[in-house]
């Protein structure tokens, strides 16, 4: 049994590309007549979050070769992976939805990873009464949990409760936040402003920056004369190296902390000695390589990166991990359950102590994410390498 997975581009007429070598859209087109089970996802393949869905899809295509290797797909059936491009805007994730549900019958949908998107998937997955992974965990989708809707995202709020437990350890206690101006950002200066105050931690600057502002220094300047001890950044990449870049050039010693990272965070040779230092939380397949040996799940990590190198000539990063776990939990339902949309929810909130790539999933009828502490790790940039912060608040 061969897994096949093709690409629908929203619009007139859809646009359909195999997007595994053997086989092609003919095959994906038979096999649904054939009476397999079509699995959706939707992902941004072309929008501003191209880059994570295409890790998410990519990671996709490594769990149906798994999930329908020698013949077990869902019982006896195989599985077809359906990809809808949502062009990052959330009228497309709604529209990608409908088409999966109502067109294409999928028994769930997987995505998308961005939150504007999330949220009209969600949406729409709750009128056309389809279980939905999002690979986001916003907290507005998952406070009341809602009844289709599970994610296998790491929350922002974990990440800012690791940054604040580090922070109490080491003994700060006046922080500056710096945050980007999207939904990312918006969520992780949220989270962070609302915990504070538990941790013990005054918020002395709580700023946002435009995508296109990458000048820092006065942000920079302005927290050093009001006493700030630690800075918190929340965003992108290229942000974070201009951030450490103005540190270095003020000749400021204040900690830098980078809100949860899911890839490789920075270009560590750009940033050189301006990044020494830097302390994240980050999820567990982007830190494989440092986790220590008596992680639960280290195995399966390990085995899901060498089959995603394998595969794409690549390691995988954690929104892979995500869409991994999204799918694993899926395919447990189905094959204990049966390929029903209404069985799916009911299993998964029955599921505890299971133990994905991200980390241990506890679902219950309140607890649609289910993920704790133990999804991420804290890492120092040390050398120009990652390096894992073992001792909680060690400098």
């Known amino acids: 049994m061969r897994g096949t997975s093709r690409l629908i581009g929203m619009g007139l007429a859809p646009l359909v590309a195999a997007l595994l070598a053997a086989g092609g ?4 087109l038979a096999a649904e007549a054939a009476g397999e089970v079509v699995v959706g996802a939707a992902l941004d393949l072309s929008g501003p979050g191209a880059a994570e869905g295409k890790e998410a899809r990519d990671a996709l295509i490594v769990e149906l070769d ?4 020698a013949g077990e797909g869902i019982a006896g059936r195989g ?18 939805i409908q088409t999966l549900a109502r067109e294409r019958e999928a028994a769930a949908v997987i995505g998308p990873a961005g939150i504007p998107e999330a949220r009209a998937a969600a949406r729409e997955a709750g009128r056309r009464r389809i279980p939905l992974f999002t690979l986001t965990a916003p907290e507005e989708l998952f406070d009341p949990p809602r009844p289709w809707v599970f994610s296998t995202a790491v929350p922002a709020s974990l990440g800012a409760r690791a940054i604040l437990s580090h922070m109490t350890a080491v003994g700060a206690t006046r922080m500056a936040l710096l ?8 969520e992780g200066r949220s989270q962070l402003s609302a915990l504070a105050p538990q941790a013990g931690i005054s918020l002395l600057m709580n700023e946002a920056y435009r995508r296109e502002e990458h000048n820092f220094l006065p942000f920079l300047h302005q927290a050093r004369v009001r006493g700030v001890e630690v800075f918190v950044h929340w965003g992108g990449p290229a942000a974070q190296l201009a951030l450490v870049r103005a540190r270095m050039a003020l000749d400021l010693g204040i900690p830098v902390y980078f809100g949860t990272v899911l890839g490789s965070a920075l270009d560590l040779k750009e940033a050189g000695r301006a990044a020494e230092g830097v302390v994240f939380p980050a999820a567990r397949v982007a830190a494989a390589a440092i986790l220590p040996p008596d992680v639960p799940g280290l195995r399966e990590i390990t085995e899901f990166r060498e089959a995603f190198i394998r595969r794409h000539r690549r390691p995988p990063e954690g929104v892979a991990g995500f869409a991994a776990d999204a799918f694993r939990l899926m395919v447990s339902a189905m094959r204990a359950a049966g390929p029903s949309r209404a069985r799916i929810p009911k299993y998964l909130v029955d599921t505890r102590q299971y133990t994905g790539l991200t980390g241990r999933f506890d679902f219950s009828e309140a607890n649609h994410n289910g993920l704790g502490p133990d999804s991420l790790v804290m890492v120092r940039l040390k050398g120009g390498r990652w390096t894992l912060v073992t001792v909680p608040g060690e400098r």
Do not use: K, Y
């Open 25 to 28: 859209a003919d095959r994906a």
């Open 66 to 69: 798994r999930a329908n290797r």
């Open 79 to 96: 599985i077809v992976l359906l990809v809808v491009d949502t062009g990052g805007r959330p009228q497309g994730a709604a529209e990608a």
């Open 179 to 186: 945050g980007a101006g999207d939904s990312q950002g918006a």
